[in-house]
């Protein structure tokens, strides 16, 4: 069976890919070329259902309750530094979807949003991918890495809803073709 780690790091090989196009994106808008502002609110989309619904959720509500029921500090400890990454990509995504504003779009504001939110991702993903889930595998026992596997899959069905998961990853395969190619 799949652990909740591996998990996890298969979603942050999404959110990465999603990453490496809000730079390209951010880049376009940098350089005065044009940008679909369908394409930034599908992804704000991504991101809001994806990564933080999703991913943010699984972290969130099971695995971090898990660690600390092993003794890892939440309160001045490192799920408390998580916790608080997430909420500060959760505040740099709003700015970037203010930076469309309603008949303006704030281009400086947008840049620097993209690039604050890829910037703070990246470290965060790095080092659950390192450190968290590594300690993870160490020091969950497998019925409790099971139970967390049941959570998530569960999570998925009733949160996020059936194929989802999958729209998601089509619309993250489009914007490759489109910004990364």
Known sequence: MKRPSQDLMQEHEAILI???VIEKMSE??????????KDIKEMITFLRVFADKCHHGKEELF?????????????????GIMLA????????????????G????????????????VKLL??????ENTLTFPFTDANLPESKQDE????????????????????LHALLEEFSQEYLK
């Open 63 to 79: 695995l971090f309750p898990a660690l600390e029921e092993i003794g890892v500090q939440n309160e001045g400890g490192p799920i």
């Open 28 to 37: 376009r808008v940098r350089l005065g070329n044009g940008i679909d502002h």
């Open 102 to 117: 309603d008949n303006s779009f704030r281009k400086d504001a947008f840049v620097e949003s993209a690039s604050d939110y």
């Open 148 to 167: 967390l596997m049941s959570d998530f899959e569960r999570l998925e069905k009733e949160v996020i809803g059936d194929g989802v998961h999958e729209e």
């Open 85 to 100: 990454q997430h909420k500060k990509g959760r505040e740099l995504v709003n700015q970037i979807e203010l930076s469309l």
């Open 122 to 127: 990246r470290e965060h993903i790095e080092k």
């Open 18 to 20: 999603a990453l490496n």
